[in-house]
């Protein structure tokens, strides 16, 4: 496909125009099961190209087609442009665009087991979890399990002179339950995700993971909801990655912080504890946001975006990166073909800390630890609200009474200000987002010990 672009890009430039064409094919394989029944299993296979032009005073123009014949993207490459002149009659567009040298590359990441085709092998994996899960006992009463497989294979050129294909493959595994007894209700849930192949069941396999989190519900049949109140919490790198993410991740991106967010005018300055130095990096390996280069032809290269407490910058594409005086950092990203790409985290990450999650344990005398996400919300000014589900009371030092998850509210700033230890032990977990566009990503994070509100009931 790269060679079609490329001949797109030779004919349809012009000297005032920044043209880019973005192509893409991709298969996507899923197979959805309920109570070891399967409801679904579709196999997509969807291609296309989409084409960006900008003029000088900064206007877009961008257009896209699921047909990759050669006429065909010549006639997105003309549209894009035509828009981008008409627009520019009636609007004022960013005045510049960092410069972008020209990058030629062809990059593979690394895939060990690559997903199986076969039908019958793709739906054992979901088939294996739930069976796993309804045999934790006879308090499961509901199981559904998704099993995912994309491979992407994204081609992209430029007026600059950019011609780069990437090649990535990435699997994930879902796993729900409800478990119910005299009338009491409990719902868990896990999964595990990564840029890579079917190696990923070498770590966890879905037996494993169905057995995990049916257990886990049936044995918060028995608990209670926790006490409600200010409480100094020791939060697991599950529910970390939520917080971190929904609550920091996203006013840190330029266009967010721009727009008025909770990080604008915090620059230079510190904006939470000294302990928490934050990331965003596309080349982590395995990260479900793994990435070569972003959809602007940007390297995805390491972003320290808080340093040891300090705001240091901001997730950019070209143009905010022009706006700050800044290079760009490798988060434009799209969702596919059809849309235009836009600010997005790819893996962030916090840097491990100096304690073990035991030690952090052992010098509260009167707190919580709490475990898992069931999802949330979060605004640009990093005020939130999120589930957890489960939590043990710490008691002098020692795990005693488990509760039944619940919610944590509050500004994420002034919580990460309360930061006092940080674990040793990072864990990648996968993740979605829904910033406009659907994206999957990536987040690095060790348990936290803070200050937070914990509130309302569970589940």
Excluded at 152 to 169: P, V
Excluded at 444 to 453: L, N
Aim: hydrophobic residues 35%; negative net charge; glycine residues 10%.
């Amino acid at each position: 496909m790269l060679d079609i672009l490329e001949r797109c890009i030779d004919t349809c430039s012009r000297p005032e125009h920044l043209l880019q064409i973005r192509g893409q094919k991709r298969k996507v394989i899923a197979c959805a099961v309920k109570n070891n029944v399967v409801q679904q299993f579709s196999t997509l296979t969807a291609q296309g190209v989409g084409a960006r032009s900008r003029v000088e005073n900064g206007c877009w123009g961008f257009s896209s087609s699921n047909t990759c014949e050669a006429r065909q993207v010549e006639r997105v490459a003309r549209e894009a442009a035509d828009l981008s002149r008409a627009i520019s009659q009636v609007s004022q567009g960013s005045a510049d665009i960092q410069p972008q040298n020209a990058v030629v590359d062809t990059l593979y990441a690394p895939v060990k087991v690559s997903p199986c085709d076969s039908a019958e092998e793709i739906v054992d994996i979901p088939l294996r979890a739930c069976r796993s899960a309804l045999s934790a006992g006879p308090e499961i009463k509901d199981c559904r399990v998704t099993y995912i497989s994309m491979e992407d294979h994204r081609y992209f050129a430029s007026s600059e002179g950019s011609r780069i294909s990437q090649h990535i493959t990435k699997v994930m595994l879902f796993v729900n339950v409800v478990a119910r007894r005299n009338g009491v209700v409990c719902p868990a849930s896990d999964n595990v995700g990564h840029a890579g192949g079917w190696e990923i069941f070498d770590r966890t396999s879905p037996e494993e993971l169905g057995e995990a989190v049916a257990r886990k519900a049936v044995h918060l049949l028995d608990a209670r909801t926790p006490p409600s109140g200010m409480a100094r919490v020791i939060i697991d790198p599950t529910l970390c990655a939520t917080l971190l993410h929904e609550a920091i991740g996203h006013p840190l991106e330029a266009d967010l912080a721009m727009a008025g967010g909770g990080f604008g005018t915090q620059l230079d300055r510190p904006v939470c504890s000294e302990l928490v130095t934050i990331y965003d990096d596309g080349h982590i390996p395995g990260g479900l946001g793994f990435s070569f280069y972003d959809d602007e032809g940007t390297p995805c290269t390491r972003t320290t975006l808080i340093e040891k407490g300090v705001l240091k910058s901001f997730m950019h594409d070209r143009e905010s990166a022009s706006a700050a005086g800044v290079q760009p950092t490798g988060n434009a990203h799209a969702w596919d073909y059809s849309v235009e790409p836009l600010i997005r985290q790819t893996n962030i990450g916090i840097e491990p800390g100096e304690y073990a999650v035991e030690e952090m344990i052992e010098t509260v005398d009167d707190g919580l630890f709490l475990e898992g996400t069931f999802g949330g919300q979060a605004d640009s000014n990093a005020d939130f609200t999120f589930g957890f589900q489960s939590a043990q009371a710490i008691r002098k030092g020692e795990l005693t009474e488990e509760f039944r998850g619940a919610n944590v509210a509050g500004n994420a700033i002034e919580v990460f200000r309360t930061i006092d230890a940080v674990s040793d032990t990072p864990v990648l977990r996968p993740g979605a987002c829904g910033k406009y566009q659907f994206a999957v990503q990536g987040r690095m994070v060790p348990a936290i010990r803070c200050h937070i509100m914990v509130g309302g009931s569970g589940g």
